[in-house]
């Protein structure tokens, strides 16, 4: 096979990967379920400040249940909802659906783990200042895991991009279908390390721009001093410091 004849498939599937895992990365990480779901996971743990057991080991089992399908059974569990969702099960808009899915568990985990991170002194700090939970989650926690939440981010695309190349195996296309079809079934050696070449530069170019953004709000978070709840301290005036003024 030529280059004129693999470039337009290289195209196709290039599109076709990109959009299965960006509108993927858009729905598992931060909007459906990755982001608030690993933030509850440590919300409600013993000492949370919305401890409920029962609540905390369900969610865990539903995590845990999800990431440990393979992605490939997943696809073919997810079948029927997939079709009730887009219509059919073939597909780069077919695949989205378990990709997302798929992605949901995978991050949430990963939420988790930045999320405890977070020096609970902080976390003391705002609640000595009365605010709730809404507050200690939207100025302390997510601002303070925001590096750790990058590279987690980072990790999930990389890994959809591995599950959208399984994806191909099924008829979800990109460029694991196009491996299969033409690399394995049609014996286009060529095409196929192309294809694996493309995989290594995308995920390479993700993994820097990750890092890099990462590292970039790490800098700026400790140059700025004191985290942002200490600086809201510095807006709150004490009571006594008020009832002093009053007298």
Not at 108 to 136: C, F, K, P, S, Y
Request: proline fraction near 5%.
């Amino acid at each position: 096979m030529t280059w004129s004849e693999m470039q337009p498939l290289l195209e196709q599937a290039c599109t076709e990967t990109l959009i299965m895992v960006g509108w993927s990365t858009l729905i598992a990480p931060p909007v459906v379920g990755g982001l608030p779901l690993g933030i509850l996971l440590v919300l409600t743990d013993r000492g949370g400040l919305l401890q409920n057991t029962v609540v905390n080991k369900v969610i865990g089992q539903i995590v845990n249940i999800g990431r440990s399908l393979p992605f490939i059974i997943l696809m073919v569990a997810l079948m029927n909802f997939t079709r009730w969702v887009t219509g059919t099960t073939i597909g780069s808009e077919a695949a989205i659906v378990p990709l997302a899915i798929g992605g949901i568990p995978f991050f949430a985990r990963l939420v988790e783990t930045a999320v405890r991170e977070v020096d609970h002194g902080l976390v003391e700090a705002v609640q000595a200042m009365g605010g709730n939970t809404w507050t200690i989650v939207r100025k302390v926690l997510v601002p303070e895991a925001l590096p750790s939440l990058i590279a987690s981010t980072t990790t999930t695309v990389i890994a959809l991009i591995g599950y959208s190349a399984m994806a191909g195996t099924v008829g979800g296309g990109g460029l694991g279908d196009l491996a299969v079809r033409y690399g394995y079934q049609r014996f286009e050696t060529g095409l196929m390390w192309i294809t694996v070449a493309i995989l290594a530069v995308v995920i390479s170019l993700i993994q820097f721009a990750g890092d890099f953004a990462a590292r970039a709000l790490h800098r700026r978070g400790a140059r700025s001093g004191p985290g942002p709840k200490l600086r809201l301290l510095k807006g709150e005036k004490p009571a006594s410091a008020e009832v002093g003024k009053a007298a």
